[in-house]
Each structure stands twice: as structure tokens, then as C-alpha cells.
């Protein structure tokens, strides 16, 4: 059962950035996070937004450099990534907060190396 598809992530060098996009099937998803894992770790989320995209949340980590936005009219949900640096390297994946779906997306690898 395919919920969430992830997609935009690549290799990119430490300053740079990249915007991550998800495309959500079936019902529409009030709270959307983006969440991220590396090996060994757990999954964690870096944002969040609610269904209209005026509230909004980030890891410490992610403050200033991310921001998370969604176009409900295409059922998806953006990330975008600014100033890139090489402990944001990890699969991200999209799902609901603060109930995430057992229906995990493949995540998309996100590199940050020079």
C-alpha cells in the first residue's frame, strides 16, 4: 500500500541545497512531517506543518535552513534545504505526525559531501 512517495534528493556539496517533495495518496493528512534516519539511528522528524501551512515546526537542527510547505492542491508536501551540511546526510522520508502511517515511503537519499 503505497501512501507516500519521496523524491529530489541527491548528492550535493556542503552549502548547497536541495528541495525534497513527497506525493501523498488516499485521504488528505492534517499534520505532514518530513523525518530523517541514518544508519544505526533512529528515525527522527526535522519539521512539520499543518494542513493549511501556516503552523509549523523544526529540529533545532533544521531551524533557518529548512522549510516545510505543501501544495494540497497536488497532495504534496516540500521540504527545502538551504545551506547543507554533511550531518543532513540521510534518507528522508514523509509521513503523518504525530501518528506516522505503518506505511513507510522509500525515502529519498540525501548526500552532502565535497
Known amino acids: 500500500q503505497v501512501e507516500f512517495v519521496e523524491s529530489g534528493g541527491g548528492l550535493v556539496q556542503p552549502g548547497g541545497s536541495l528541495r525534497l517533495s513527497c506525493v501523498v495518496s488516499?485521504?488528505?493528512?492534517?499534520?505532514m512531517a518530513w523525518y530523517r534516519q541514518t544508519p544505526g539511528k533512529e528515525r527522527e522528524r526535522v519539521a512539520s506543518?499543518?494542513?493549511?501551512?501556516?503552523?509549523?515546526w523544526y529540529a533545532e537542527s533544521a531551524k533557518g535552513r529548512f522549510t516545510i510547505s505543501r501544495d494540497n492542491s497536488k497532495a504534496t508536501v516540500y521540504l527545502r534545504m538551504d545551506n547543507l551540511k554533511p550531518e543532513d546526510t540521510a534518507v528522508y522520508y514523509c509521513?503523518?505526525?504525530?501518528?506516522?502511517?505503518?506505511?513507510w515511503g522509500e525515502g529519498t537519499q540525501v548526500t552532502v559531501s565535497s
Open positions: 488516499g485521504r488528505p493528512r492534517y499534520f
Open positions: 506543518s499543518n494542513y493549511a501551512g501556516d503552523s509549523t
Open positions: 509521513n503523518e505526525f504525530p501518528d506516522p502511517s505503518d506505511y
